[in-house]
């Protein structure tokens, strides 16, 4: 298909965009095809700073910390569970209060992400990192210290605040470094260092739990500890301001938009312009900052005025305007879903496997979590690589001429509305029923399917309706999804103890299947609701960032 860019007036709209180039011009085919291209987005800059050119090295190892953080902090979360048990044992603290901690928990990790949000921005990305581990460090000793129901709930504040730089933090740094047509790949690997702390994290620590449970507050204290040595002196700051390279950037043609264009001109630290004939008008010179510059504690942002604390607090306020986007509810509810169902069934786990007619141990509860990380695996390669291929595709398709709307990846997410509904009924009605090997662990591996995709693909959606707001889409998500885990948290032994195990999850299997299908109004107002808001989103970022 050879379409001409300039036969298709595509309309100015944040989500729709052209991510493919159409160039008889173009002397090396890319992985795409004859005579097409990638097109970079956001614009590559000329500066050795801009995270986009980083090198390959750089990028892995600064991806590698924020994907480790992400994994630590979600198993740390959900690792309380596995001790419990013990708890209700050797200090009489019974799981209604344990259960109202995890509640606590989800509340807590909602509410410092908003509250924390302004961070970023103002002050740069790593004092937020590094203030969360330190209440990882803290919240994780006082678990261990636990004696009163009191200290049961208050460790677990400290234990949400330091998992609130996984809510959205890290999806901004990831955004800093990769480009937009990697966003769905780069997603699906956030979500499977989600999945893996989430699933294998309550694994481990019910294996520490079997010997001494004070342990899996002590390890968690340990690897807090060690972290944040590691973060202070290797993590990089990635906050950049790309505006004041306006004028020196790269140009977009499709001569220098090869696939992996970044990756295969990059021996150095940064990305060249190799075109003899292009010049670069007004350039700013941008010297490569020292180790020191790149890692200190605080990179102000160049609008900052003062200590930035009265704009914290106007940026903080401006941020809830982000409520009012339809995508943010809509993502916020996929992922939030995913949390919810969470606290029904390890709640089971924990709660029925114990007995006949299975007779599980603490070690092989814990291997329950095994099948759903499996399924969540194959959900984040399906709703990670395979959504930005199937992006791809779109946008090649006749007519499209190359461009990308935001809600194609949405069609992704219409099979996991039917098999995370089948998961959820078909784990708890083999737990009520007393079902054995496989069926009820066919469940769980559905229902990891739906976890790994469903969040992913929401998120993505999000990231490309919205492309400069992805900090205050994420806070929102956040705030959305967290509130949804408390409620659901609250409730879950309740509903169980008066519905029944199979009803109990046949209810929140049409819930599933409910809040999922909302992606079809979503993919057929979705661009109605951008239009809508465009205005919108363009006055939030003229009041967040001035210009």
């Avoid at 390959?56 to 902090?73: I, N």
């Avoid at 924390?116 to 990305?125: D, F, K």
């Avoid at 690997?189 to 449970?213: D, E, M």
């Avoid at 591996?445 to 309706?465: H, N, P, R, T, V």
Wanted: glycine share 10%; hydrophobic share 45%.
């Amino acid at each position: 298909m050879n379409y001409s860019e300039n036969n298709y007036e595509h309309e100015e709209l944040a989500g729709t965009q052209r991510i493919i180039t159409y160039d008889p011009n173009i002397e090396t085919a890319t992985l795409l095809g004859e005579k097409t291209s990638i097109r970079l987005i956001p614009d590559p800059t000329n500066s050795p700073n801009d995270p986009l050119n980083w090198s390959k090295w750089r990028k892995y190892w600064h991806s590698t910390l924020v994907l480790f953080v992400t994994g630590f902090t979600a198993a740390i979360a959900n690792d309380a569970g596995s001790a419990g048990d013990a708890i209700d044992k050797d200090l009489s603290i019974s799981y209604n209060v344990q259960n109202t901690a995890a509640g606590v928990l989800f509340l807590t990790i909602g509410l410092w992400t908003l509250i924390a949000s302004p961070m970023p921005h103002l002050w740069g990305r790593r004092i937020q990192y590094l203030i969360c581990l330190l209440c990882g460090v803290g919240g994780s000793i006082w678990f261990a210290l636990i004696r009163t129901k009191a200290d049961t709930i208050s460790s677990q504040i400290f234990v949400g605040a330091s998992e609130a730089c996984s809510e959205a933090l890290v999806q901004l740094s990831l955004s800093d470094l990769f480009f937009q047509h990697q966003r769905g790949g780069v997603l699906g690997v956030y979500i499977l260092a989600t999945s893996i702390g989430t699933f294998l994290g309550p694994l481990v620590a019910g294996y520490i739990a079997a010997n001494n449970w004070q342990w899996v507050g002590w390890w968690g204290a340990i690897i807090s500890g060690g972290t944040l040595v590691v973060f202070y002196f290797g993590l990089e700051e990635t906050a950049f301001d790309r505006e004041a390279f306006n004028g020196t950037q790269i140009p977009n043609n499709p001569a220098q938009v090869q696939l992996e264009y970044a990756e295969k001109k990059e021996p150095k630290d940064r990305v060249r312009d190799q075109s003899p004939s292009t010049s670069l008008p007004n350039e700013v010179v941008d010297p490569p900052k020292t180790y020191w510059q790149r890692i200190a504690l605080i990179t102000p942002s160049p609008d900052m005025v003062g200590t930035g604390l009265v704009q914290y607090g106007q940026r903080l306020l401006h941020t809830m305007r982000v409520f009012t986007f339809p995508a943010v509810i809509y993502s916020g509810l996929q992922w939030g879903a995913q949390d919810a169902w969470l606290s029904f069934y390890l709640t089971v786990e924990e709660d029925n496997w114990y007995d006949p007619p299975w007779n599980y141990s603490d070690a092989a509860v814990s291997i329950m979590n095994v099948p759903t990380l499996i399924g969540a695996i194959i959900g984040c390669i399906y709703g990670g690589w395979f959504s930005d291929v199937f992006v791809r595709w779109m946008a090649k398709r006749p007519g499209r001429n190359g461009i990308s709307e935001a809600e194609d990846r949405l069609w992704l997410l219409l099979p996991s509305a039917l098999l995370n509904p089948a998961g959820l009924i078909l784990f708890g009605i083999g737990s009520g029923e007393g079902w054995l090997w496989p069926r009820p662990y066919v469940g769980l591996g559905l229902i990891g399917f739906g976890w790994g995709c469903a969040g992913d693909l929401s998120m993505a959606y999000l990231m490309d309706a919205y492309p400069d707001m992805v900090l205050e889409g994420m806070v929102g998500v956040a705030v959305v999804n967290n509130l949804m885990a408390c409620v659901f948290t609250f409730v879950a032994s309740i509903w169980i103890s008066a519905s029944g195990l199979s009803n109990t999850f046949i209810a929140i299997g049409v819930l599933s299947f409910f809040f999922q299908i909302l992606t079809i109004p979503m993919m057929y107002w979705g661009k109605a609701c951008r239009r809508w808001t465009a205005g919108q989103y363009k006055r939030y970022l003229y009041l967040r960032d001035g210009r």
